[in-house]
């Protein structure tokens, strides 16, 4: 998914970046085009005559897709397949094999399925895959409505998958593994049979596609897009998801940044918001023992992301402005980033924080909203490619994070890892953030 030729968030010298000064010249940006994820590290078994039906001549009707979630679900896994998913067309639905249709997911997320797994019964899905997490995988096991789905989804020779512990905890007692190559998380690989077992990436074997963890989710989700749509459609999906073309991570005007306590974190979320972007920034921060509160701007706790995907907000941001942070993020999404701006609140915190000398930050299309306030004044950033020469500041086009001073910016959504992780490495050091990336399977820098 990543490129391993450049170290993860190895600061880059300046020298060697292209640098857009201010004022901007007049020309038209190109967006980067899509680079798809390297295959080296996704292995596949040569499809049956069925296989390749599925994959080539499926009708243009929208693929149908289901991925259950439960209590303890990991959040990284569910939503990024959902919402690569939907970026490609297919419609999906979450559905939840608990009780009610709010799960809470393994690092504290809250997320709203669209269906109970009972309405999912008698419909038939293209594509049926499994997010890891624990104990959210065991509890996806003990589902006997999700066990029929999934056994008659193989048996009738249709697509289905697993990632994370999923392939051990719930295929194997399922007996879908059969006669599969299969991979899973590291720290579930000896519970496979030996001689099925393989440590790619992505393993695609028949109809049953496995993957190894939340660093490896969108190589898993791609996979997918492939299958269902055909070899070119992974280009109609956003070009920023991954470009493994840029540096991993440029830094100026080094400052060091507290991590003699436990860091207080403020995630700002509204409608419109990029749910993918919001669940890996908490779901990482949290792994590092961060705490982080997510702050809803609009009227209600409930939010609706920019892919229809459904999250709970821990309070609303009154509630959160009594207390002080010592970062504040704001994620993208253009329709959730222009209701951030319009929150009084947030603009009088985002003040406060700059005044205060603390960290604040922001990504994909929220670097222009920083900009309006004010935040942006004598510093270095990068920003999604649409609104690069919307920006007045000095840009940063080549490098996926940029951190100047107390400030952090990302490029875009396939870069909300490496960001996360730049944060960790700032409060905490590399020592840290390289323990969060090995937990994820996700490529860290050996020194």
């Given at each position: 998914?990543?490129s ?6 190895a600061p880059?010298?300046?020298?060697a970046m292209a ?6 010249a007049?020309?038209h940006?190109?967006p980067?085009?899509?680079q798809?994820?390297?295959f080296r590290s996704i292995?596949?078994v040569?499809p049956?005559?069925s296989?390749?039906?599925t ?12 991925v259950?979630i439960?209590m ?6 569910a939503v ?6 939907r970026?490609?067309?297919a419609d999906v639905?979450?559905?939840s094999v608990?009780?009610?249709?709010e799960?809470?997911?393994s690092?504290?997320t809250?997320?709203?399925?669209d269906?109970?797994?009972?309405a ?7 594509l049926?895959?499994l997010?890891?997490g624990?104990?959210g995988?065991v ?21 289905y998958?697993a ?9 194997m007692?399922w007996g879908?593994?059969?006669g599969?190559k299969?991979?899973c998380?590291?720290?579930f690989?000896?519970?496979?049979p030996?001689?099925r077992?393989?440590?790619s990436?992505v393993?695609?074997?028949?109809e049953?596609?496995?993957?190894r963890g939340?660093g490896?989710?969108f190589?898993?989700?791609l ?8 070899p ?7 070009s920023?998801l991954?470009d493994?073309g840029l ?11 507290p991590?003699?306590h436990?860091?207080q974190?403020?995630?700002?979320i509204?409608?419109g918001?990029e749910?993918?972007?919001i ?5 990482i ?5 961060i705490?982080v ?5 609009d ?10 995907m ?10 959160a402005?009594?207390s ?6 704001i994620?993208g ?10 929150s009084?609140?947030?603009?009088k915190l985002l003040?406060e ?12 299309y ?5 900009q ?5 004044q004598d510093?270095?950033?990068t ?11 000095q840009?940063?086009d080549r490098s996926?994070?940029?951190i ?7 490029k875009g959504?396939g870069?909300?890892m490496?960001f996360?992780?730049?944060i ?5 050091g590399h020592?840290?953030a390289?323990?969060v990336a090995?937990?994820?399977?996700f490529d860290y820098?050996k020194s």
């Amino acid at each position: 998914m990543l490129s391993t030729s450049k170290p993860l968030l190895a600061p880059t010298s300046l020298t060697a970046m292209a640098i857009r000064l201010p004022p901007h010249a007049p020309t038209h940006y190109a967006p980067p085009h899509w680079q798809t994820p390297p295959f080296r590290s996704i292995t596949r078994v040569a499809p049956s005559p069925s296989t390749t039906a599925t994959a080539v001549s499926l009708p243009p009707s929208p693929k149908k897709v289901l991925v259950p979630i439960a209590m303890g679900t990991e959040e990284m896994e569910a939503v990024i397949l959902a919402g690569v998913l939907r970026r490609a067309g297919a419609d999906v639905t979450l559905a939840s094999v608990e009780d009610g249709l709010e799960v809470e997911a393994s690092y504290g997320t809250r997320i709203i399925a669209d269906k109970s797994i009972a309405a999912c019964a008698d419909q038939v899905f293209d594509l049926v895959a499994l997010p890891g997490g624990m104990p959210g995988s065991v509890r996806l096991r003990d589902n006997k409505i999700l066990q029929r789905i999934m056994v008659r989804q193989a048996e009738e020779k249709r697509l289905y998958g697993a990632i994370c512990a999923a392939p051990a905890v719930v295929l194997m007692p399922w007996g879908l593994h059969k006669g599969r190559k299969i991979t899973c998380h590291p720290s579930f690989i000896g519970d496979l049979p030996t001689f099925r077992a393989v440590e790619s990436n992505v393993q695609v074997s028949g109809e049953l596609t496995t993957s190894r963890g939340p660093g490896t989710v969108f190589q898993f989700a791609l996979s997918f897009v492939e299958q269902l749509f055909g070899p070119h459609s992974v280009e109609d999906v956003d070009s920023t998801l991954i470009d493994a073309g840029l540096e991993r991570s440029t830094e100026v005007n080094r400052v060091e940044w507290p991590f003699d306590h436990k860091p207080q974190v403020l995630i700002p979320i509204a409608n419109g918001s990029e749910e993918m972007e919001i669940i890996m920034l908490v779901d990482i921060l949290r792994r590092a023992n961060i705490n982080v509160v997510l702050a809803s701007v609009d009227k209600s706790t409930n939010i609706v992301g920019s892919q229809r995907m459904k999250i709970v907000a821990d309070k609303c941001i009154l509630g959160a402005s009594d207390s002080k942070y010592d970062l504040i993020i704001i994620p993208g999404g253009p329709g959730g980033a222009e209701r951030l701006h319009r929150s009084t609140t947030l603009k009088k915190l985002l003040k406060e924080q700059k005044q205060a000398s603390r960290m604040y930050g922001g990504i994909c299309y929220s670097p222009l909203i920083l900009q309006k306030q004010g935040l942006l004044q004598d510093k270095t950033v990068t920003a999604h490619p649409s609104i690069v020469n919307q920006l007045t500041c000095q840009v940063i086009d080549r490098s996926k994070v940029v951190i100047d001073g107390n400030l952090i910016t990302g490029k875009g959504l396939g870069t909300v890892m490496d960001f996360s992780l730049a944060i960790v490495r700032k409060f905490f050091g590399h020592g840290r953030a390289k323990g969060v990336a090995n937990g994820m399977v996700f490529d860290y820098p050996k020194s």
